[in-house]
Structure formats: C-alpha cells, structure tokens
C-alpha cells in the first residue's frame, strides 16, 4: 500500500507541474535555426503603401561547395620577362626507373626512294652461249642466166661414142641464096666487158622489208597506252612510229617480235598487244633482274603491235647507263613472193582503247579489200 500511495504522490506531482508550466509563461528559449522554404501560397490581396525599409545586414558566408568538374587545359601563357618572378622556381626531381618495353607499333610506310649507289666495278665477261638451232632452209631459188664462156687452155679429148639419131625437126622458112664468101682467119677471143646494172628483183625476193630495234629512254612508263621507246637503233623503213610507240605491218606475212627488259625497284607485269588485245604476258618479281619474251605473228598489212604495263605499282622497267632495256621486230616473209601490186591507203583498225584485262579469244583484222 505504501508503495502504491508513494507512485500516485509521483504522478500527482508530475500532473501537476506540467499544469504550472502550461498555464504560466516560462523564460524565452534561444531562436532555433531557419526551417527550409514552405510552399509558395497563393498571392494574398494587395496591401497598403509604406515606405521602402532599411536595408537588412550582409548575410555570413555560405558552406563552401563541392569541387568542380575539372577543366579543359588552357593555352599557353606568354612568356614572362625578366623582372617578373610569378612563382618561385621549382627544382627537377630525380628521374624515376624506366617502364616496361611496350608492345611492337604497326609495321610503318615504305620509305622514299634511297639515293643512288656509286657504281660497281665491271664484270668478268660471261661464258659464250649455245648454239641456236639451224634456221628453216629458204625456198629453192630460180636458175640463173648463162655465164660468160670461160677461158679453156685445154686440148680436145677423144671423140665420143655415136649418139641416137634425133628426131627430125620442123621444116624451115627458106631463106634467100647469099653470095659465098672467102673463109677468114680465126680471130682473138676479146675482153670481158664492164658489169651491167642490176636487175629487178627474182620473183621469190622480197620486194618490201620491214625491222626495227629501238630501246626505252625513261624509266618506270606510264600504264594504259604503248610504251615509248624513243632511242632507235634501226628503224631504216620507218615503221615503228617513236612518237607513239607502236609498230605497223605493211604487207601481210609472218612477223617475229622480241623484249629484253630490265627490272629495278618494284614488279614488272608487261605484255605485247596486237590490235588492243594482248597476245602474251609476262611477270618479273624480282627487284633487280631482267625478263625477255620472242613471239611469232602473223600480221595483215595495217595491223599494230605495242609493249603496254599493266599499271603504276607493276611497271618497274628501268633505262640506264649500264642497263637497257630493248624491243625489236622484223618481218621474216611476206606471205606471197611475187612483185608487189599497187596499193591504196593504209587500213585502219578501230580504236577499242589500252585496257589491259581485254581478254579477246581474237584479234581483229583491219578493214581492207586491197590482196597483198
């Protein structure tokens, strides 16, 4: 009981001081912090006109914010002079331990052309070659005319056995009676006269020949038109053309044509046209060699033949002091032997330009109607 009387005593007293401090203002606490912004109320009605109050006292200082996002790098100053000392000068640390090799860059570009080497010393003289095979045996001429009788310091043989009886010739016209003359002495053999003028050509001789060898002047030729071999060698007939570079029959018959071309410093993909279709192609991959190539053709009068590169990477034919590089052709035979007729104008063969993947089974023959 006395417990429970000494809890109710407690509680009374509890009741009743927090009644006396409702009821009765206590001491001023201290001004608690501002609160956060409320809500914007709505707008209330317009007020009375006052006068404009004092100004309120500067505001302390805010919490200093979080670090920026760090700035692109600025430009490079001017360069101080002399009597400005803007920092003091700071001193060069020890150089630390080197890093780890790092991985192996990309492979690089080629690099530019080296200058040109001092020149070697001359070779020894090769050993001699092969024999070629025998040429084809030409056709048999025609017999000659009758020499000159030839001096005879010889006495008569014995007479020979009797010939047959031959056949009995056609009866003459006959002639008027002459007087009968006295029989002279035996006069001396004369001397043999001066040689006459040539003749005209044999009906199995040529009546027209054709060859040329020239050689290539400027190295490295451009792809997609004739090569230009402009130093000449023969070319008595003319009819290798040095300003274009391009070879024309004339007359039909059986042609040989040959390269002996020198490589430096890149690939060579060169090939004989005729008529704007290649008839043969070679490559040479090495950078420094030589390559040759002799081929057979038959030609109709009027057709073309060049030397043509493939293209700018593949065109390493070389012109120089010690090296050459060579093209040469002639016509082996006409294809008849016979004096040659009139002829009209040259044909032509149509333009189909210098493309080197033109992969004809045929090559076009120029248009003409003249027999050659």
């Known amino acids: 009981k006395l417990h429970f009387v000494f809890i109710l005593v407690i509680r009374v007293a509890h009741i009743s001081t927090f009644i006396i401090r409702t009821l009765s203002p206590g001491r001023r606490g201290m001004t608690g912090s501002r609160g956060p912004p409320g809500f914007m109320g709505r707008p209330g009605p317009k007020g009375n006109w006052h006068p404009k109050g004092d100004e309120g006292e500067k505001g302390g200082m805010g919490i200093q914010g979080p670090p920026g996002v760090k700035g692109d790098r600025g430009f490079k100053g001017e360069r101080c002079s002399r ?17 780890e090799p790092g991985l192996p860059g990309p492979v690089g570009g080629r690099g530019l052309k080296g200058a040109k080497g001092m020149e070697g010393d001359k070779g020894m003289k090769g050993d001699m070659g092969n024999m070629g095979p025998p040429g084809t045996p030409g056709p048999m001429g025609l017999k000659g005319d009758m020499g000159p009788k030839g001096d005879c310091n010889c006495t008569d043989g014995a007479d020979g056995q009797k010939g ?4 009995k010739g056609t009866k003459g016209v006959q002639g008027g009676m002459g007087p009968v003359g006295q029989t002279g002495q035996k ?20 009546v027209i020949q054709s060859a040329f060898s020239v050689a290539l002047t400027s ?28 070879y024309t029959a004339p007359i039909n018959g059986t042609y040989v044509f040959s390269y002996h071309l ?31 190539h002799t081929v057979i053709l038959h030609l109709y009068r009027g057709d073309k033949v ?9 065109n390493g034919m070389y012109a120089g002091n010690e090296a050459r590089s060579t093209l040469s052709g002639y016509l082996l035979h006409p294809d008849r032997c016979d004096m040659a007729l009139p002829r009209g104008p040259m044909p032509t063969v149509p333009d189909m330009g210098y493309d080197w ?16």
Do not use: E
């Open 262 to 292: 020198t490589i430096y410093d890149r690939i060579l993909k060169v090939g004989i046209f005729h008529n704007y279709y290649p008839v043969v192609k070679t490559t040479g991959t090495s950078m420094l060699g030589t390559v040759s």
């Open 164 to 167: 047959d009886k031959g056949d």
């Open 83 to 99: 009597y400005q000392v803007l920092w003091p000068v700071k001193r060069q640390g020890i150089m630390g331990p080197s890093g």
């Open 306 to 314: 060049w030397l043509q590169v493939k293209d700018t990477r593949t």
């Open 357 to 372: 993947r033109n992969n004809g089974t045929t090559t076009p023959s120029p248009t003409t109607t003249a027999s050659h």
């Open 187 to 206: 006069g001396q053999k004369g001397h043999m006269g001066d040689m006459g003028m040539m003749g005209p050509p044999g009906p199995c001789m040529p």
């Open 219 to 246: 190295s490295f030729p451009p792809p997609d038109t004739p090569v230009i071999f402009s130093h000449v060698y023969y070319n008595y007939q003319g009819h290798y053309d040095v300003m274009t570079g391009i």
